[in-house]
Each structure stands twice: as C-alpha cells, then as structure tokens.
C-alpha cells in the first residue's frame, strides 16, 4: 500500500470550461509550486482569458484501491492567467504523455496532461503545433519531472486492490493537435 496525493488545477475563463487537471505526487511538500511552475512555464502558449489555479489541499489516496485516506494541505500559490492574446478554439490544444519504467496488467503505464485550450498563434496552418512551441511545451514537462523526479507519479485505478503507481520518467509533447471533446460539446 503507498499513499499518493491527488493534486487538482482548475481552469477557468474560457467556452466550455471550467477544466481541470490531475496530477499525482507520493510526496506533497513541493509538488504545489512545480506543478505552478509547469503551468507558469506554458502560460505564454495559454490564451490570455484562460487562469489555472493550483489547489493547495487535496485528497490523500490508497494506490491499489482507490480509498480515500486522508487529506493534505500545503501554502496557496497564485493563479496562472495566459499571456496570448487573438482568436483560439476552446477545445483544442495539445497534450503531453508521461511515461513511466512500470509495467502493470501487462503494460508500460503512461499518463496524459491535456493543457487545452492554447492559442491559436501556438499552431501552424497545417493545424500542427508549432516548432518553437512544442520546444517551450516540452521543457516545461521534463523541468517538472526534474523538480519531482522522487515524487512524480502516474496513479493506475485498477479495479478491486489491481491499483498501482509508477514514477514519471519521461514525458513527450506529440506534434498533434489535442481535442477535448465531452457531454457539453
């Protein structure tokens, strides 16, 4: 049994929103500011109407199960609000793909972060993120590995006690645009 912390940033000030992104720590005491400073780090390629808070209390969870088993708190951090102004499409935006040494059910466990929407001066006109964006998106993901290096993880649900977590070792952002698609589209 390893306890995890669930770490939660809301996004807001967008069409379709609110939004949110979970993030996983085996240790909470720093992961509040890296994961500000992740989203701080991409804050130029998020549309300026867009804000991203990170929580500073959370819920403590039993890997395998799922069970909740405490709470956490730490100091609050502010809101990140996007710097790029001009047109962009709510929906869309691009993801980066945690990846992990843990083999669970037979498989390599990998993560997904969805930092959607981004602006639209973040893409080509082919629709493909652009060179210098990717390499902005990119530093931005292995500079939160490095600050979290013994404490980053991605948490597997699993189903009865088949739940486990394996610590980030790489990420990847895919030259792909990302499309979040759900109930209220």
């Not at 893409?123 to 500079?143: K, M, N, P, R």
């Amino acid at each position: 049994m390893t306890e995890i912390y669930r770490v939660r940033s809301g996004w807001t000030g967008f069409p379709g929103g609110p939004g949110v992104t979970t993030m996983y720590f085996l240790d909470v005491a720093t992961a509040v500011a890296s994961v500000h400073t992740f989203f701080n780090d991409v804050s130029n390629r998020i549309p300026s109407d867009v804000t991203i808070q990170v929580e500073n209390t959370g819920e403590i969870l039993e890997d395998t199960t799922g069970d909740m088993t405490g709470a956490w708190s730490s100091d609050a951090v502010a809101g990140v609000n996007g710097v790029m102004s001009g047109k962009y499409a709510a929906p869309v935006g691009a993801c980066v793909d945690w990846n992990t040494d843990t083999i669970t059910a037979g498989r390599r466990l990998r993560g997904r972060t969805f930092l959607v929407p981004l602006g639209g001066d973040a893409f080509q006109t082919d629709g493909s993120i652009g060179a210098a964006d990717l390499v902005v998106l990119q530093a931005a993901a292995d500079a939160l590995i490095a600050a979290q290096s013994a404490s980053f993880v991605v948490w597997h649900r699993g189903t009865g006690s088949g739940g486990s977590n394996g610590l980030v070792t790489s990420a990847k952002v895919p030259d792909l645009a990302a499309v979040l698609r759900s109930r209220r589209d």
